[in-house]
């Protein structure tokens, strides 16, 4: 099993990334899959899930109404899309596979090694 996350950076605030998360060595379209962040000196924190057909998705607080999960399981490939991202923003992004669909942060038992995303003027 392989995740590899991809698209991360330097934005402004106010800014928008799209990042990516490759998918290999298991069937992707039957696993619940996450986005988890951490932020420097602080635990992770849970961003969003999305069901194994994509048409189900839940958000944190802090990123609803700015964020949007999807999938394309036809190319293994997770994707967050990330708008009027903030300075608190500031994170590295993981993707991670939920081995069960209720599966929660500290049950994932696949992490990707993230993507650093960074919003500073």
């Known amino acids: 099993v392989q995740l590899v996350e991809s698209g991360g950076g330097l934005v402004q605030p106010g800014g928008s990334l799209r990042l990516s998360c490759a998918a290999s060595g298991f069937t992707f379209s039957n696993y619940y899959m996450s986005w988890v962040r951490q932020a420097p000196g602080k635990g992770l924190e849970w961003v969003s899930d999305i069901n194994s057909g994509g048409d189900r998705t839940d958000y944190a607080d802090s990123v609803k109404g700015r964020f949007t999960v999807s999938r394309d399981n036809a190319k293994n490939t997770l994707y967050l899309e990330m708008n009027s991202l903030k300075p608190e923003d500031t994170a590295l992004y993981h993707c991670?596979?939920?081995?069960?669909?209720?599966?929660?942060?500290?049950?994932?038992?696949?992490w990707g090694q993230g993507t650093q995303v960074t919003v500073s003027s």
């Open positions: 991670a596979r939920h081995p069960k669909p209720d599966s929660t942060l500290y049950e994932y038992d696949y």
